[in-house]
């Protein structure tokens, strides 16, 4: 894993990609707080995605407390706000 630039979460994204669609999804119904980085309007974003991601602009790409996953499950985003975030980061 790599360093990210946030100590909570952010969600490297772009439009139209399915898995980016179904993760935002994801962290919309269980209201966990987080940054949206769009790659496509953001080249900072864009750079950092390609710099974990084997010079690729993989996505979704998460970081959870500056850890980076590439493409990361549900299940291991939730083992990462286990084991990284703190405190909870969920809303409500």
Same mark, same amino acid.
């Given at each position: 894993m790599s360093e %990210? =630039?946030?100590d909570g979460v952010v969600l490297y $994204? =772009? +439009? %139209?990609? +399915?898995y980016c669609m179904r993760l935002r999804l994801y962290l919309f119904v269980t =209201?966990? =707080?987080?940054?949206k980085v @769009?790659? $496509?309007r953001d080249p900072d974003g864009a750079a950092f995605v390609r710099s974990v991601a084997d010079g690729n602009e993989t *996505? +979704?790409? *998460?970081?959870v407390a500056g850890r980076a996953m590439v493409n +990361?499950?549900?299940r291991q985003l939730r083992e990462a706000l286990a084991a990284h975030a703190s405190p909870p980061q $969920? @809303?409500?």
């Open positions: %990210g =630039r946030d $994204w =772009r +439009p %139209g990609c +399915p =209201r966990l =707080r987080h940054t @769009n790659i $496509w *996505v +979704p790409t *998460v970081t +990361p499950s549900r $969920w @809303n409500g």
